[in-house]
């Protein structure tokens, strides 16, 4: 959705040499969030964008001529996936398709030997995420879903504040990550079978955020010993608004709103003994941090964007395929699946199926 992200800053891409070892890039679902995927692989060094497909040629046209640099091929544009993923060119593709539309396109592109780089969430169920994980293994195909909040700077100075002590004993979390989105019950906001509602969208922040909070503080993630959930759910049944409570026990808890029908500063306060931090408006993306002592003097810390925010997970991702790896030390497949774990029992509190759950039931 277009209000959970910074508007890319209009520079033209200058024309870059390519070399062999050029990272050839692919995008699969040519909307929104895959413009500001190809503005930031248009601006780092050592890749570029081959190729696009959409199911509808002039889309898929006008992404290509768009994200064609100066001087070098024109990307490519395609209806078919399959012939997208038969070009031997391809190094990595990148799905931007609905999170409902995420599974085939991800599992055709492991098959094929690519690296995938797939928007949150990566799938509506655990078990797809389970079996996706499963096809990244066989293939030996890296998969990584694209949390680009855990490779933000603020998120890494976030991480040494919580190393260095100064909170004390960890109480809690509170966040928030609301928008009014017009309602459509055919949009991929509201629609079952793209996966739709708060939690998939965006609640998905607050709960990576949280993990890693705790991942930072306490070196893992407790076992939930409670989870509470209130829901206000769409006409279509998708969930417009969630409270959430994960509680890992001894009062530690962290606390969510998320909405698709509602405004909220989106703000994470990360409480502690000895103090707060802040991270201001618009949390998931923040380059900023703040430290409120309960005693002594507050501190505000900036940390920019490089580009435009989607760099780091870029590079990770090439790092990693360059490698052989199949996984990410940052977004592991067992956190992608953690979270799915999370959203699974969310949503069956809450009362939301999808028609996914039908095709693609708990194993356990
Ligand atoms: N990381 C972030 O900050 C961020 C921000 C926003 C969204 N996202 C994620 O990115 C994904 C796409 O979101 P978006 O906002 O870019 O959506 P969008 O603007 O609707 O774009 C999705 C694209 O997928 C293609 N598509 C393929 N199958 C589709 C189907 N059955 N129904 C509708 N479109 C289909 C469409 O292109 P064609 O019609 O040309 O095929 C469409 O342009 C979602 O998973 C979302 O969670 C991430």
């Known amino acids: 959705m277009a209000a959970h992200f910074r508007r890319s800053r209009d520079r033209p891409a200058a024309p870059r040499p390519m070399s062999a070892s050029t990272f050839q890039w692919a995008v699969i679902g040519p909307g929104a969030i895959a413009h500001r995927f190809a503005d930031a692989v248009a601006r780092l060094d050592g890749c570029r964008l081959h190729a696009v497909c959409g199911?509808?040629?002039?889309?898929?046209q006008q992404f290509a001529e768009r994200w064609s640099a100066p001087g070098e091929p024109a990307v490519l544009a395609h209806t078919d996936p399959a012939a997208l993923l038969a070009d031997p060119a391809i190094d990595g593709v990148y799905v931007a398709t609905p999170h409902g539309q995420h599974y085939e396109p991800?599992?055709?592109?492991?098959?094929?030997?690519?690296?995938?780089?797939?928007?949150k969430s990566l799938v509506p169920n655990q078990e797809m995420g389970r079996r996706l994980v499963e096809a990244a293994r066989t293939h030996r195909s890296f998969l990584m879903?694209?949390?680009?909040?855990?490779?933000?700077?603020?998120?890494?100075?976030?991480?040494?504040?919580?190393?260095?002590?100064?909170?004390?004993?960890?109480?809690?979390?509170q966040s928030s990550f609301c928008f009014p989105a017009p309602y459509d019950p055919d949009s991929r906001i509201f629609s079952p079978a793209l996966a739709g509602g708060a939690l998939l969208d965006v609640g998905i922040y607050n709960m990576t955020a949280t993990r890693w909070v705790l991942q930072h503080a306490l070196g893992e993630v407790p076992p939930l010993v409670d989870l509470q959930v209130r829901a206000r759910l769409a006409?279509?049944?998708?969930?417009?608004?969630?409270?959430?409570?994960?509680?890992?026990?001894?009062?530690?808890?962290s606390q969510f709103h998320c909405?698709?029908?509602?405004?909220?500063?989106?703000t994470m306060q990360v409480l502690g003994a000895a103090g707060a931090i802040v991270l201001p408006e618009t949390f998931w993306e923040a380059t900023r941090l703040q430290w409120l002592p309960a005693r002594g003097t507050a501190e505000t810390i900036e940390r920019p964007f490089e580009i435009n925010g989607?760099?780091?997970?870029?590079?990770?991702?090439?790092?990693?395929?360059?490698?052989?790896?199949?996984?990410s030390p940052v977004v592991p497949h067992a956190e992608t699946l953690a979270v799915l774990g999370w959203m699974d029992r969310?949503?069956?509190?809450?009362?939301?199926?999808?028609?996914f759950d039908d095709d693609f039931p708990p194993t356990r």
């Open 259 to 266: 909405a698709v029908d509602s405004f909220a500063p989106n």
């Open 346 to 355: 969310i949503r069956a509190l809450a009362g939301v199926r999808y028609p």
């Open 106 to 119: 991800v599992l055709a592109a492991l098959r094929a030997g690519k690296a995938v780089l797939c928007e």
């Open 145 to 173: 879903e694209a949390v680009w909040t855990r490779f933000l700077p603020a998120y890494q100075a976030l991480a040494a504040w919580l190393r260095d002590g100064r909170l004390g004993a960890l109480h809690g979390l």
């Open 55 to 60: 199911r509808d040629a002039h889309r898929a």
């Open 310 to 327: 989607f760099e780091n997970e870029i590079r990770e991702a090439m790092r990693c395929a360059r490698a052989g790896e199949i996984e």
């Open 235 to 253: 006409p279509t049944g998708v969930d417009a608004r969630l409270a959430v409570m994960l509680d890992f026990g001894d009062g530690l808890v």
